[in-house]
Nanobody
Framework: QVQPVESGGGLVQAGNSLRLSCAAS????????MGWFRQAPRKEREFVAA???????DYADSVKGRFTISRDNAKNTVYLQMNSLKPEDTAVYYC???????????????????WGQGTQVTVAS
């Protein structure tokens, strides 16, 4: 499997929005759930959001109501719409594919394979 490619990160002021994209490859994209994680300096990688192969979504409590994950199977792409950004959202954001097809969401990094290189999101106060 080819590594997914994240894009859309940048520097924004608190309260503004960004949309991250994750372009994956492979004819079986629609069979797998996808997840977004983030890692701030000197912190563990943490779960942000996930979407199953069928479109069911889950979110970390810290982003619920502000972030929206979605997918476009025709484009092999998963998105993360981030609204009302806060300085504590500053991190490198990674997308990854679930290791098992047709499975439910997971918040555990070990349940994902094929991680992207990440995209930096910086929120200024």
């Amino acid at each position: 499997q080819v590594q997914p490619v994240e894009s859309g990160g940048g520097l924004v002021q608190a309260g503004n929005s960004l949309r991250l994209s994750c372009a994956a490859s492979g004819l079986t994209f629609s069979s797998y759930g996808m997840g977004w994680f983030r890692q701030a300096p000197r912190k563990e990688r943490e779960f942000v959001a996930a979407i199953t192969w069928s479109g069911y979504t889950d979110y970390a409590d810290s982003v619920k109501g502000r972030f929206t994950i979605s997918r476009d199977n025709a484009k092999n792409t998963v998105y993360l719409q981030m609204n009302s950004l806060k300085p504590e959202d500053t991190a490198v954001y990674y997308c990854a594919r679930r290791s098992t097809s047709y499975s439910g969401n997971s918040a555990m990094p070990r349940d994902y394979v094929t991680w992207g290189q990440g995209t930096q999101v910086t929120v200024a106060s």
